[in-house]
């Protein structure tokens, strides 16, 4: 059981090591102008509600969290 524990916790840190990485180099630079974000820029006033990013991440998770579930 802590083996396993210990396995999970290691490819979750390597995980976010690549996605950090991915970060750096740009690979995500479309996130956050998807079509459906509400952007609004005035004289002093700059509103920016990210609807679709923000689903397309729990969609993400909630897969991620069913596929951990199902298999482990």
């Known amino acids: ?17 690549g996605l950090g990485f991915l970060v750096y180099a740009g690979a995500f630079r479309w ?4 079509p459906g974000d ?3 820029k005035g004289d002093n006033l700059q509103v920016y509600v990210p ?3 923000m ?5 993400v ?9 199902r298999f482990f």
């Open 1 to 17: 059981m802590n083996r396993t524990i210990g396995v999970i916790i290691v490819m979750a840190g390597a995980i976010l090591i």
């Open 31 to 34: 996130f956050g102008r998807l």
């Open 38 to 40: 509400i952007s609004y």
């Open 51 to 53: 609807v679709i990013s």
């Open 55 to 59: 689903l397309v991440i729990s969609l």
């Open 61 to 69: 998770l909630s897969l991620l969290f069913y596929l951990l579930r």
